[in-house]
């Protein structure tokens, strides 16, 4: 209504006012019911998120943490360290147990050995005999390998005749730590044919004669 006019008699002033009143409450509403949609939107979880990746998450399966806990766990198994195998030294010949068998047909050849291992200071036992071998061996029991290489040094035997003890064993070894077994390839060496054999070739070199009885030697030298 522009000033200095009146309003009409028959009441159309009051109508428009309140439909305008009308309109103004609807926009109202509209703009609250807007304003909540958008006040939801904002809360809601970005696009591509799910509630188990969040769970996840939260209970500490993944994220830096675990990253950082596997590395740790990769650098623990590949700086793990293996214990070294150590070979013990051979002990002293008093302690170490030895046997020697004949395995051949050279008369007293265990003995020969076994006086060879007693000047030795070894713990040799009363010789054996074996059933008759080619092959001459030094057999012994886990954990005396080195014992029975220089047992082996002690009689001249070689090396490659150094072997673990058998299953079932060559004789009655009498519980030894290494077993001698003299086939008839170094029997000789040991046994009383050898013996009377070194005797006579260093005697005639020396133009002696030697007579041995059980009591005494009487050496005669002859003269030019």
């Given at each position: 209504?522009k000033?200095?006019?009146?309003?009409?008699?028959?009441?159309?002033?009051?109508?428009?006012?309140?439909?305008?009143?009308?309109?103004?409450?609807?926009?109202?509403?509209?703009?609250?019911?807007?304003?909540?949609?958008?006040?939801?939107?904002?809360?809601?979880?970005?696009?591509?998120?799910?509630?188990?990746?969040?769970?996840?998450?939260?209970?500490?399966?993944?994220?830096?943490?675990?990253?950082?806990?596997?590395?740790?766990?990769?650098?623990?198994?590949?700086?793990?360290?293996?214990?070294?195998?150590?070979?013990?030294p051979?002990?002293?010949?008093?302690?170490?147990?030895?046997?020697?068998?004949?395995?051949?047909?050279?008369?007293?050849?265990?003995?020969?050995?076994?006086?060879?291992?007693?000047?030795?200071?070894?713990?040799?036992?009363?010789?054996?005999?074996?059933?008759?071998?080619?092959?001459?061996?030094?057999?012994?029991?886990?954990?005396?390998?080195?014992?029975?290489?220089?047992?082996?040094?002690?009689?001249?035997?070689?090396?490659?005749?150094?072997?673990?003890?058998?299953?079932?064993?060559?004789?009655?070894?009498?519980?030894?730590?290494?077993?001698?077994?003299?086939?008839?390839?170094?029997?000789?060496?040991f046994?009383?044919?050898g013996?009377?054999?070194?005797?006579?070739?260093?005697?005639?070199?020396?133009?002696?004669?030697?007579?041995?009885?059980?009591?005494?030697?009487?050496?005669?030298?002859?003269?030019?």
């Open positions: 209504m000033p200095g006019r009146y309003a009409a008699a028959d009441g159309s002033f009051a109508r428009s006012a309140g439909g305008a009143g009308a309109r103004g409450l609807v926009l109202l509403a509209l703009a609250l019911f807007i304003g909540v949609v958008l006040l939801n939107a904002t809360d809601a979880d970005p696009p591509g998120t799910s509630i188990s990746a969040k769970g996840d998450n939260d209970s500490g399966d993944s994220g830096p943490g675990k990253a950082d806990g596997d590395k740790r766990g990769a650098g623990a198994a590949a700086t793990t360290t293996v214990p070294t195998t150590t070979t013990l051979a002990r002293l010949p008093a302690d170490v147990k030895v046997i020697v068998a004949n395995a051949s047909g050279v008369k007293g050849a265990a003995t020969g050995g076994r006086t060879a291992l007693v000047n030795a200071k070894y713990n040799v036992l009363a010789p054996a005999n074996a059933a008759a071998v080619a092959t001459s061996s030094v057999y012994f029991l886990p954990g005396y390998d080195r014992d029975a290489a220089s047992v082996a040094v002690v009689l001249q035997l070689p090396p490659n005749l150094v072997k673990p003890m058998p299953a079932p064993l060559p004789f009655d070894t009498k519980g030894a730590a290494v077993a001698v077994v003299l086939g008839a390839d170094h029997a000789p060496r046994g009383a044919g013996a009377t054999a070194t005797t006579s070739t260093t005697a005639a070199a020396a133009g002696a004669t030697t007579t041995t009885t059980a009591a005494a030697t009487t050496t005669t030298t002859k003269k030019p």
